[in-house]
């Protein structure tokens, strides 16, 4: 499997150096240090001194790149909203992929996904059990019941973006369609979590929690990121962690909330012929839906949905 936000721990924890109160801010907005990060800086470093993972000041972003990551994040939701009022019975997956790379040039973006890593197209097209990372392809129909995640990812002026939501093509069964609620519930609960000084562990257990409430499971192997002027960023974030653990959760984090919730066992695989495509192990339907939030002093915002 290509090397990208795949489970890993969390950085070793990093008491950044003191600043001056009338130094200029380490972040670059120009204002003075005590205006600035000055007290937030405080906070993180109480935290990590009783040994809490917090996130180093590179993931702190400033409103400059909050503006940047907004607008890209514009172009990203508008390619989704596009998506969804084409996608029916009888198309290509390919043919999501072709529109995605016409509404990507229109807008003057770049598909984040062409030739990441390797991989082949501009857009991941998961059906049933494909789990994630579905390449899109010609002879791939869509039918009458499939579910397909479409995950859409953009650069705009050297910002990313990076959300998927869940199509239902035509009538599908009430469990598939369960799965793709419950999912959604998943995303809309672990939301509720994202604030200051919340942990990614809090997150992650509403969500693991609800998923097996209804009698799935999370994938393990494969979770979200930071995201800004990368596609992938510290931290990765699980899904199946406990609260009160994992990264801190401070203003000016941007990350991904993206589970992949499985109707049967959390067991998945990777295509060898293709490198690429992540199936369950049992065969049985996956979803995920992911949206992009910040973290803000007085809780979060929602990047894309
Ligand atoms: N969009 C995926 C994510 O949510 C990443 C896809 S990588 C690709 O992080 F190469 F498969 F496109
Ligand atoms: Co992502």
Avoid at 116 to 138: A, Q
Wanted: proline share 5%.
């Amino acid at each position: 499997m290509a090397n990208r936000r795949i489970l890993r721990g969390q950085p070793v924890v990093r008491i950044e150096p003191k600043l001056d109160r009338n130094e200029p801010c380490w972040c670059g907005s120009g204002r003075k240090y005590k205006t600035c990060h000055m007290t937030i800086d405080a906070k993180i470093r109480q935290f990590a001194l009783k040994g809490d993972i917090v996130p180093t000041r590179d993931l702190l972003k400033t409103e400059k790149d909050l503006e940047g990551i907004r607008k890209s994040s514009e172009l990203n939701v508008a390619i989704l909203d596009a998506v969804g009022d084409m996608i029916r019975e009888g198309i290509s997956t390919q043919e999501i992929d072709d529109l995605v790379v016409k509404m990507t040039k229109e807008g003057g973006g770049i598909a984040a996904p062409l030739n990441y890593e390797g991989y082949p197209k501009s857009v991941c097209t998961s059906v049933n059990e494909v789990v994630c990372h579905g390449i899109p392809d010609p002879d791939r129909i869509l039918q009458n019941g499939d579910i397909i995640n479409v995950d859409v990812s953009t650069i705009l002026d050297g910002y990313f973006s990076d959300s998927s939501r869940m199509y239902i093509i035509g009538e599908t069964t009430p469990e598939k369609k369960k799965l793709v609620e419950v999912t959604k519930e998943c995303v809309e609960l672990g939301l509720e979590q994202v604030k200051p000084w919340n942990y990614l562990g809090d997150m992650a257990d509403v969500i693991n929690t609800h998923a097996k409430e209804n009698g799935y499971s999370v994938v393990v192997e494969i979770g979200g990121h930071g995201v800004g002027k990368e596609f992938h960023e510290e931290p990765f974030v699980s899904y199946i962690t406990k609260p009160g653990t994992e990264m801190l959760m401070v203003p000016g984090m941007v990350f991904t909330i993206e589970p992949m919730i499985n109707m049967g066992s959390a067991d998945i695989y990777v295509d060898d012929t293709d490198g690429w495509t992540v199936y369950t192990e049992d065969g049985l339907p996956s979803a995920q839906w992911e949206i992009t939030v910040a973290v803000k002093e007085d809780g979060h915002e929602v990047l894309t949905w």
